[in-house]
């Protein structure tokens, strides 16, 4: 029962908040679904942090698809052999959790030691910031320090297979009883992350800024000294 509620269950219930959650913000929330930027309040850090994590995030998702998303057989097809797969995931993702992890604990670092930025900053967004932090962190761990000093983990075989039979409705939850119990907790922390999106600003990462190169700058005076023309 606890591997049905785990690798059933369970994902299907986050994704569906997830779904539901993003609907009716965007239905009836659309004001807040912007992440409102902090760089008044402080810059040298958000400068570093948050190109770091951002970039990085994009990396770690790109390789998140190839690995979960992209059959196995595929690569081979392909010619690509396990070692040289594993060495270019190896490398590729540890760089890329490096960044997100580093951008994260500067960004956080960042909220908690600015008042400004604290002040403008809830709950919600240090419970997404930390959650995706230890997602991150236990991520890259597995990718540099499991799968370099244990074994490079051929979850293709297993947590791919698994993924891509919850997106068919069709879920093979027994390919996850034998998963690695770290990659297991990673998995279902990430599905909890989903669970938490529509309810914190990580929800601006559905939005595409198509009309961003057009828009009017926005424009900023301060009051000080400011004298009105007659």
């Known amino acids: 029962m606890a591997d049905i509620f785990w690798w059933v269950v369970f994902p299907y219930?986050?994704?569906?908040?997830?779904?539901?959650?993003?609907l009716y913000r965007f239905a009836f929330h659309q004001v807040s679904w912007t992440a409102p930027s902090t760089e008044l309040f402080e810059k040298k850090a958000l400068r570093?942090?948050?190109?770091?994590?951002?970039?990085?995030?994009?990396?770690?998702f790109i390789g998140h698809i190839m690995g979960v998303m992209i059959p196995r057989g595929v690569y081979e097809a392909l010619g690509v052999t396990d070692e040289l797969?594993?060495?270019?995931?190896?490398?590729?993702?540890?760089?890329?959790?490096?960044?997100?992890?580093?951008?994260l604990v500067i960004l956080l670092i960042r909220k908690l030691a600015n008042r400004r930025v604290s002040v403008h900053s809830s709950f919600a967004d240090y419970f997404s910031v930390i959650?995706?932090?230890?997602?991150?962190?236990?991520?890259?761990?597995?990718?540099?320090?499991?799968?370099i000093t244990v074994t490079a983990y051929e979850y293709r075989t297993t947590i791919?297979?698994?993924?891509?039979?919850l997106l068919a409705f069709q879920p093979r939850y027994q390919l996850m009883r034998d998963v690695p119990l770290l990659f297991q907790v990673h998995v279902i922390?990430?599905?909890?992350?989903?669970?938490?999106?529509?309810f914190t600003k990580l929800v601006h990462m559905f939005s595409f800024p198509a009309?961003?190169?057009a828009r009017a700058?926005?424009?900023?005076?301060?009051?000080?000294?400011?004298?009105r023309r007659t």
């Open 217 to 227: 700058p926005q424009q900023y005076r301060s009051r000080d000294g400011y004298k």
């Open 131 to 147: 959650l995706v932090l230890v997602i991150a962190a236990m991520g890259t761990y597995m990718t540099l320090v499991y799968n």
């Open 211 to 213: 009309r961003y190169p």
């Open 48 to 60: 570093i942090g948050s190109p770091l994590f951002h970039y990085g995030i994009v990396f770690a």
């Open 85 to 103: 797969y594993h060495f270019f995931a190896i490398a590729g993702g540890g760089i890329a959790g490096l960044m997100v992890v580093a951008g």
């Open 13 to 22: 219930i986050t994704l569906t908040v997830m779904i539901v959650g993003l």
């Open 160 to 165: 791919g297979p698994w993924f891509r039979s």
């Open 189 to 198: 922390a990430a599905f909890l992350l989903f669970a938490v999106i529509p």
